[in-house]
C-alpha cells in the first residue's frame, strides 16, 4: 500500500482532458512538500514530467500541467494524443520516514 | 550531457550476492545525491534509499532497511546497490535517479537494471 494514493487507472478518447489525483497525507503533501510527477512509457525508465508541484521541465509540452491543494495534487492533461498512454506517478517527500521520499501507487493511463 | 548508466541484467539464483552500479557523468558526482527505485513486475516504483556520493551519507526506506546496502565511490563516479543473499522476490527493474535534496525530483534517470533471481 503506497503512501500517496492514486487511481489505478483513468482513460480518455484523443483530444479530450484527463486528471489523476494524489492523496497524501499531514506528513507528506499536506505537511507542505512538493508533490513531482513521473511519465512512464512501457518498457522505459520514468522520466520528470512536473516539479515543484506546477512547474514543467524544458521540452514537456504545456499540454500537461499540475496543481495542488492541501493533502492533495493533481495532474492534468489536455488535448489528449496516443502518445500520452503510459503510467504516471506522483512523488513527494514524508517526513514522518527518516530521507524518506514517497511515491503514489501509479495511475495506467489508457487512450482510447 | 548528464547521464546515469546502470550495470547490465543479472540472473542469479536465491541466496546468492550480488551488487549493481550506476556510472554517473556530465555533472558534479559529489554534489548530488542518488537514488535507488525498485520495480516489481508489473507494479509501481518504490523508493529504496538514497547516498549524498559526497561524504558517503546514506538514508534508506524502513521497508528496505537491513534488506540491502546502499555505497558510492565517489573517485568513479560511481553508485551501488548490493545484497548479501537474495530472494525471488528480489526479482525487479531496479532504477538509479539523480537528486540535489530531499524535497526536489528525481530528475534524471538510469536506464534500468533486470536482476532476476530464479533456482
Known amino acids: 500500500q503506497s503512501v500517496l494514493t492514486q487511481p489505478p487507472s483513468v482513460s480518455g478518447a484523443p483530444g479530450q482532458r484527463v486528471t489523476i489525483s494524489c492523496t497524501g497525507s499531514s506528513s507528506n503533501i499536506g505537511a507542505g512538500y512538493d508533490v513531482h510527477w513521473y511519465q512512464q512509457l512501457p518498457g522505459t525508465a520514468p522520466k520528470l514530467l512536473i516539479y515543484g508541484n506546477s512547474n514543467r521541465p524544458s521540452g514537456v509540452p504545456d499540454r500537461f500541467s499540475g496543481s495542488k491543494s492541501g493533502t492533495s495534487a493533481s495532474l492534468a492533461i489536455s488535448g489528449l494524443q496516443a502518445e500520452d498512454e503510459a503510467d504516471y506517478y506522483c512523488?513527494?517527500?514524508?517526513?514522518?520516514?527518516?530521507?524518506?521520499?514517497?511515491f503514489g501507487g501509479g495511475t495506467k493511463l489508457t487512450v482510447l | 550531457e548528464v547521464q546515469l548508466v546502470q550495470s547490465g541484467a543479472e540472473v542469479k539464483k536465491p541466496g546468492e550476492s550480488l551488487k549493481i552500479s550506476c556510472k554517473g557523468s556530465?555533472?558534479?558526482?559529489?554534489?548530488?545525491?542518488i537514488g535507488w527505485v525498485r520495480q516489481m513486475p508489473g507494479k509501481g516504483l518504490e523508493w529504496m534509499g538514497i547516498?549524498?556520493?559526497?561524504?558517503?551519507?546514506?538514508r534508506y526506506s524502513p521497508s528496505f532497511q537491513g534488506q540491502v546496502t546502499i555505497s558510492a565511490d565517489k573517485s568513479i563516479s560511481t553508485a551501488y546497490l548490493q545484497w548479501s543473499s537474495l530472494k525471488a522476490s528480489d526479482t525487479a527493474m531496479y532504477y538509479c535517479?539523480?537528486?540535489?535534496?530531499?524535497?526536489?525530483?528525481?530528475?534524471?534517470w538510469g536506464q534500468g537494471t533486470l536482476v532476476t533471481v530464479s533456482s
Open positions: 512523488q513527494s517527500y514524508d517526513s514522518s520516514l527518516s530521507g524518506s521520499r514517497v
Open positions: 556530465g555533472y558534479s558526482f559529489t554534489s548530488y545525491w
Open positions: 547516498i549524498y556520493p559526497g561524504d558517503s551519507d546514506t
Open positions: 535517479a539523480r537528486t540535489y535534496s530531499g524535497y526536489v525530483p528525481f530528475d534524471y
